[in-house]
């Protein structure tokens, strides 16, 4: 077979195959590496029959590249619980940031709702928090101690519970998302309201700093994580509502399996709001102010980097990968 008829014959199933490897758009490992033995079967044809021909070197780079991620595929497998957080998840949330961005709006809505609320109502803050809570907060603020309710319980205790309790509130957030994603507003409602008028509460007492200490120590990752959460559960809100051109099943069944995967992500940071709260924010009132301001900001540093600067970070990496077609007839 002469060259041109040879290049004529397979040129389209290359490109196919070289624009399929560069998006990673295959089926499954199997159909990648059904393709990467017929290229390397064409490679082997060429190099008998043209040996100084340029479609030699384009199909080597080709088949160099398909065994690239053949062994990324295989090797990401081994390690899937490492490129879960380091890049499924940062990719996932790139692709449904313009969620967690409302999520947060949401938030810092809600939340203005319950300071405004409790500034223009005295009695707003015994309605949401309780009789008990409030009386129980005055005698701690009066005790010098506006945060002692932190420091009931042993650590482990404290741990323990809280960590479920925050676990719960963010499942919930997110399974509510199955009402259209009103269900999960509602529960951001309710915490946001809570949040602002608890916070005015301290600012009205003359304690907030000591507030802030007290609470955002544990709180920078607990709450950023039920935001999170609740992007989440939005998430599964919209694919009901909005299936596209899937069945409404299919776009379903999509939306909570990315929902569940972004819920999962959270856990670690969960885990880690817990242990502060019950390890280190009942000490916040001996330790030295540099060293809570400290904690409080390389807590959200490191949650805010995770969720909204290192998913752009992941896909500039993965869109900047070059090319390798020189195939020309």
């Not at 692709?95 to 319950?114: C, L």
């Not at 809570?194 to 120590?217: D, H, P």
């Not at 290192?310 to 390798?324: A, C, H, L, V």
């Amino acid at each position: 077979m002469r060259e041109v008829s040879f290049i004529k014959q397979n040129k389209e199933k290359w490109l196919s195959f070289e624009k399929a490897i560069f998006n990673n758009d295959f089926e499954s490992p199997d159909e990648l590496a059904t393709q990467y033995i017929h290229v390397v079967n064409d490679l082997a044809y060429a190099q008998t029959y043209y040996p100084k021909s340029k479609v030699v070197v384009y199909l080597n780079q080709l088949a160099a590249k398909a065994f690239q991620k053949i062994y990324k595929t295989k090797r990401e497998d081994t390690n899937r619980i490492i490129s879960f957080w380091k890049t499924e998840i940062p990719l996932i949330c790139y692709e449904y940031r313009k969620f967690i961005y409302i999520a947060f709006m949401v938030f810092f809505a809600f939340t203005f709702i319950g300071v405004i609320s409790a500034a223009n109502d005295g009695a707003f803050v015994r309605s949401i928090l309780g009789d008990h809570y409030v009386n129980m907060s005055l005698e701690n603020i009066e005790a010098g101690d506006p945060v002692a309710v932190y420091k009931s319980g042993s650590n482990w205790g404290s741990f323990i519970g809280i960590t479920i309790n925050n676990l719960k509130v963010g499942i919930i957030a997110f399974v509510m998302g199955v009402f259209l994603g009103i269900g999960t507003l509602y529960i951001m409602f309710k915490n946001c309201i809570m949040l602002g008028s608890f916070q005015y509460f301290f600012y009205e007492k003359n304690v907030f700093w000591e507030s802030v200490r007290g609470i955002w120590i544990h709180g920078s990752m607990e709450i950023f994580a039920i935001v999170i959460e609740a992007a989440a559960g939005l998430i599964l809100g919209a694919s009901i509502l909005f299936p596209g051109t899937h069945s409404r099943y299919t776009s379903f069944k999509k939306g909570a399996k990315i929902g569940v995967k972004i819920l999962i992500s959270t856990f670690p940071f969960t885990f880690a709001a817990g242990f502060l709260e019950g390890f280190i924010t009942r000490y916040s009132n001996v330790m030295p102010h540099a060293l809570s301001v400290f904690i409080i900001l390389s807590t959200l540093s490191l949650i805010s980097y995770y969720y909204l600067i290192y998913p752009f970070k992941i896909q500039k990496q993965i869109t900047s990968t070059p090319t390798t077609s020189t195939l020309t007839v």
